[in-house]
């Protein structure tokens, strides 16, 4: 099966699930929430490494496999879990399919414990290769047409986001990213580094002259430095992990 985990399929791009997987604060005795489920793929994936505890979350339950833990949960409403219970969520290409996101990682926020980590993966918008597809179309890579307005479905990428905008919704809802990571460069992203002069002194002239106007220059030096990583420029996918911290 393409793109599939012990014939288990897997609705994401290549890799995604491999790197996300990697980037988890092991323990086989931690919880860990995987939200949205779908087919169970990566469920799987964390049973087999020896994690006990792993919850499977979804608006409907839709597994390929046999999984007693599974809730029944929408991204845009309280989640059925408890406060600060588990240790590690997972949203794998969920973020963009919901209105809701900054309820979303306020609820994230809420199950997970002290330095628990939320790892979120989502089409990178923010690559040269986006920017230039939407320049030309006014779609994003991965969002290439309009969405069906007939048919709204959960399945619609309604919520497609930058690299700036996920660290914000996540550095204001109580968490610091810690590591960003993506799930592939194709040959065809490095052909738009054509465009990486101009959008690296255009993006740094504006990033200083409103960091000094609003007194966020050290904030925008940050997000400079983290914008310009081969990862955001050049990934088909933009895969972040961020830990909980005390507000």
Request: glycine share 6%; hydrophobic share 40%.
């Amino acid at each position: 099966m393409r793109n599939s985990y012990k014939g288990i399929s897997i609705n994401t791009s290549k890799n995604t699930h491999e790197t996300v997987f990697s980037l988890i604060k092991w323990g086989v005795n931690y919880t860990i929430v995987d939200i949205p489920s779908g087919s169970g793929a990566f469920v799987q994936r964390l049973k087999d490494a020896g994690c006990k505890h792993v919850i499977a979350a979804d608006i409907d339950n839709i597994l390929q496999i046999a999984h007693g833990d599974f809730v029944c949960a929408d991204m845009t409403k309280p989640l059925p879990i408890a406060d600060a219970s588990c240790d590690v969520l997972v949203c794998i290409d969920g973020i963009e399919h919901i209105d809701e996101q900054h309820s979303f990682v306020r609820e994230a926020h809420r199950i997970l414990k002290t330095d628990g980590e939320i790892i979120i993966s989502t089409p990178n918008i923010s690559s040269l290769r986006s920017r230039w597809k939407w320049m030309i179309t006014g779609h994003h890579y991965k969002c290439e047409v309009p969405l069906d307005e007939n048919k709204p479905t959960p399945l619609h990428h309604i919520g497609m986001i930058s690299f700036p905008e996920l660290r914000y919704l996540l550095h204001t809802n109580g968490f610091r990213i810690n590591a960003i990571r993506t799930n592939r460069i194709k040959a065809v992203a490095v052909v738009y580094s054509i465009f990486l002069p101009i959008v690296f002194l255009s993006t740094l002239l504006i990033y200083l002259r409103r960091g000094k106007k609003e007194g966020t220059l050290h904030i925008n030096k940050s997000i400079f430095r983290q914008v310009f990583t081969k990862e955001v420029l050049f990934g088909e996918t933009i895969i972040v992990k961020a830990i909980k911290i005390v507000q």
